[in-house]
């Protein structure tokens, strides 16, 4: 089963016996209110996901900008939203998939198998003409779901991130300006990792934010070297923007896909590491 999902499909499935758990993770880079906009309409039964209060850890500038949850933080977050082991549970945001899908990648990381995007997020859910309620969410009762011992999603560690050029390949899916060192807006230092390829994740969905289809995927992809995404590690700034190409990877047919969780900003932060500049490896 595809990991997208269209509004038709989660319609149908609100209010069933096996109604789905839905997340809306409506967050913003460059202004706030996120949660103020889940006020004016959200999906029906959707709990709001808070991109700093949740889905992000505890402050250690060595492990990034915004380092990953805690597997305890998680077991609680998956409590509190009502998860249970053999729930469907949809993520959605307003911004072509870039915010929900660390959300995506937090709770596979987790063990959940049935977790999907609502392809073209809230614009496509209004455009088809679906319901949508204002004010807070009503939490359901807590959860049973167990998060696994260790994550199954596949990382690499920054040492990882160093040689990785040497035997695959190393995706930068920042904006090209930022990974050429033209600007940086965040982290320490201009540049990127030595050896990756820059492949911008805004590249991965149409103007109507959805994810582009199967084949335009596979092309892309294909046409940076990628046929085989066991040997693709993906990084950008702080972990938000690469588990979207880690998703549009399995899109394309093409499931296993690394990620570097502290991204340019854990890199960054070492003096000691270098930077590449330019549009060359």
Known sequence: MSILVNPEWLR?????????????????????????????HHIPNAIYVDMYRDLTGARNPERGRRPFPSRE???ELVKRWGIDEDSYVVVYDSVGGTSASRLWWILRNAGLKNVFFLDGG?????????????GPGILPLRGTFKVAEEGCMPTITVD???????????????????????FEYNDARLGHIPGAIN???????????RFLSYENLL????????????????YCGSGNLAPHTIAALEVAGMPGARLFPGGWSE??????????RGPRP
Request: zero cysteines; proline letters at 7%; charged letters at 25%.
């Open 12 to 40: 149908s499935r609100i209010g069933s016996n096996r109604a789905p758990v839905i997340l809306d993770v409506r967050w913003y880079r460059y202004r706030e209110g996120g949660y103020e906009h889940y006020l004016q």
């Open 160 to 182: 990882e991130a160093a040689t990785w050029p040497e035997h695959g390949v190393l995706l930068d899916v920042r904006s090209e300006r930022r990974y050429l060192g033209h």
């Open 73 to 75: 933080k998680v077991q």
């Open 122 to 134: 809230l614009d496509r859910w209004e455009a088809a003409g679906m319901p949508t309620l204002t």
């Open 199 to 209: 492949l911008p994740t805004y590249g991965n969905y149409g103007p109507n934010k």
């Open 267 to 276: 890199w960054a932060f070492d003096p000691d590491r270098p930077a590449a």
């Open 219 to 234: 092309d892309r992809f294909e046409a940076v070297g990628i046929t085989n995404a066991n040997d693709v590690a993906v």
